[in-house]
C-alpha cells in the first residue's frame, strides 16, 4: 500500500483533523480535507489565511502559528461545548488532558 493510500485510509475514519500552517493548496493531500469531511469529520484550520478549503472547516483560527499553537486548549474546548456528538473516547481524552 502506498503512503497516500494509507493517509486515505486514515482520513475517512478521522473524528476529528487538525490542518496547521499550510495553504491546503497541494494535491493530492489537501484532498485529505474534502475526504474527512464528506465523512462526517470535522476540519479545523490554524492557517495565517484564508485557504480553498474555508468552506469546508468547522472552525477557522487565523493566525501566526506560533501565537496559535498557545490558543489551541482554550479555542478546542470553547469548541466542543457547542457539540452535541462527540464520541465517548474524545469525551474521555478531554477529561484526561483537562482541555
Given at each position: 500500500?502506498?503512503?497516500?493510500?494509507?493517509?486515505?485510509?486514515?482520513?475517512r475514519k478521522t473524528?476529528?483533523?487538525?490542518?496547521?500552517g499550510t495553504s491546503i493548496r497541494v494535491?493530492?493531500?489537501s484532498d485529505l480535507v474534502d475526504i474527512v469531511e464528506k465523512q462526517?469529520?470535522?476540519v479545523i484550520l490554524f492557517t495565517r489565511s484564508d485557504t480553498?478549503?474555508?468552506?469546508?472547516?468547522?472552525?477557522h483560527i487565523r493566525g501566526d502559528l506560533s501565537?496559535?499553537?498557545?490558543?489551541?486548549?482554550?479555542?478546542?474546548k470553547k469548541y466542543l461545548q457547542t457539540q452535541?456528538?462527540?464520541?465517548?473516547?474524545?469525551?474521555?481524552?478531554?477529561?484526561?488532558y483537562k482541555i
Open positions: 500500500m502506498r503512503n497516500y493510500d494509507i493517509c486515505e485510509d486514515k482520513a473524528i476529528v483533523m487538525l490542518v496547521m494535491t493530492p493531500a462526517g469529520g470535522k480553498p478549503k474555508d468552506d469546508l472547516a468547522s472552525l501565537d496559535i499553537l498557545l490558543m489551541i486548549p482554550k479555542e478546542l452535541d456528538n462527540i464520541p465517548k473516547s474524545v469525551r474521555k481524552l478531554i477529561r484526561k
